[in-house]
């Protein structure tokens, strides 16, 4: 990929979609883990004071990212995990979660499978960054590595920053 912090991401998301230099898009989705736990860089950008507990996301992340290159590898090479990935035919159906089936923007969440079948239904009650209320009838369509624990659920947001992502709950 011709963006470093682009691929990063995309370890992160476990799955996504490709421009190729021909235009092509491809997708991609999660095969496997190389065994070493998620460390979230997010957490060591909070913790040497670089951003603010209250201001970590995903895109203050990257911005961090963009605006320190010297030390975006250093910042990245924090997380030891690396995720492989095979090429998917959901291009047009978007990213699949574990269930197989296709994630579905705001109602799919990940969870932590070994607290909460894959497949349950849950309502989701509480704040997001900005104060706002989320309430809503999600279900329970993925895992991820980072996800662990009985409160604990992250959602599906297709399209956030021209790209789909994750959200924690």
Known sequence: MDDPNAAFFLHIQGS???????????AVGYKDQNGHAYKPIGRVLIETGEIAKENISLDSINRW??????????????????????????????PRGSLNVPLTNERSVAVDRKIIPLGTPLW???????????????????????????????????GVSGRNSWRAI
């Open 124 to 158: 989701l009650n509480t704040t997001l960054f900005d104060d706002s209320t989320y309430q809503r009838l999600v279900l329970a369509q993925d895992t991820g590595g980072a996800i662990k624990g009985p409160v604990r659920a992250d959602v599906f947001l297709a």
């Open 16 to 26: 996504g979609v490709v421009q190729l230099d021909t235009g092509e898009l491809v």
């Open 65 to 94: 990212l963009e605006a320190h290159p010297e030390r975006a590898d250093w910042l990245k090479n924090q997380n030891p995990s690396y995720v492989f990935f095979y090429l998917s035919d959901t291009v047009e159906s978007g």
